[in-house]
């Protein structure tokens, strides 16, 4: 299974942007980079996933290079209801079947 | 539209007991995963169903195990319990095919004594 490497952790004042790198340079090429976040041990939220190009939806965006072995997720304003542990996951496929990997994330404190 | 739905939310058992935990999906989402989240090991991936059948399975033993009905809902047992499978235990859903993320429920809390 791809592995992937985040920063155990980070901070951000609020109102900034806060970018979340991430290594997974074992990728293979049908793999897809996820990324999620959890809070206070609720489930896993989505946040955004993409394979090869550069993805934006209302939460954040996702800049994936070009040789897909890193990616970088972007909250563009980090709000104090962003702290949270955020998870960078390759999504394995085996034939239909799939799982999601998950490291042990970066938690990002977002301060005032 | 209604979430993943997990019950129950909280569960105390005694060591050697067995549980059941349920999971209802998404509407029409067919597939259904389950992982393990404890401090010491993170979120790990038991197994998945899709379409009633199991199709991808994690490195539990084999007092884990699961089963999906035909209206896509799905249970989890754990036999003999032991105290290391205090968890917070975790449903996701999806639609099954490659290009869908998985939403997850908040999870039922175990507690084994």
């Known amino acids: 299974d791809a592995k992937t490497t985040q920063p155990t952790s980070m901070d951000c004042a609020e109102g900034r942007a806060a970018n979340l790198p991430c290594n997974h340079s074992?990728?293979?090429?049908?793999?897809?980079v996820y990324w999620y976040r959890q809070i206070h041990s609720q489930g896993p939220q989505y946040i955004i996933h993409g394979l090869k190009n550069n993805e934006t939806n209302e939460m954040a965006s996702l800049i994936i290079t070009e040789d897909r072995k890193s990616s970088t997720l972007i909250l563009p304003h980090a709000t104090l209801r962003d702290t949270a542990v955020y998870y960078c996951?390759?999504?394995?496929?085996?034939?239909?079947?799939?799982?999601?990997?998950f490291g042990t994330g970066t938690r990002l404190q977002v301060t005032l | 539209k209604a979430g993943v739905t997990q019950t129950p939310r909280y569960l105390i058992k005694t060591r050697g007991q067995q549980v059941t935990l349920s999971c209802s999906p998404i509407s029409g989402h067919r597939s259904v995963s389950w992982y393990q989240q404890t401090p010491g090991q993170g979120l790990q991936f038991l197994f998945e169903?899709?379409?009633?059948?199991?199709?991808n399975k994690g490195n539990f033993p084999g007092r884990f195990s699961g089963r999906q009905f035909s209206n896509s809902r799905s249970e989890m047992n754990v036999s003999t319990l032991e105290l290391g499978d205090s968890a917070l235990y975790l449903c996701?859903?999806?639609?099954?095919?490659?290009?869908?993320?998985?939403?997850f429920g908040s999870g039922t809390r175990l507690t084994v004594v």
């Open positions: 074992t990728i293979s090429g049908n793999e897809y």
């Open positions: 169903y899709f379409s009633e059948t199991q199709r």
């Open positions: 996701a859903s999806s639609p099954g095919t490659q290009n869908y993320g998985y939403t």
């Open positions: 996951i390759v999504r394995t496929f085996t034939g239909t079947a799939s799982k999601l990997t």
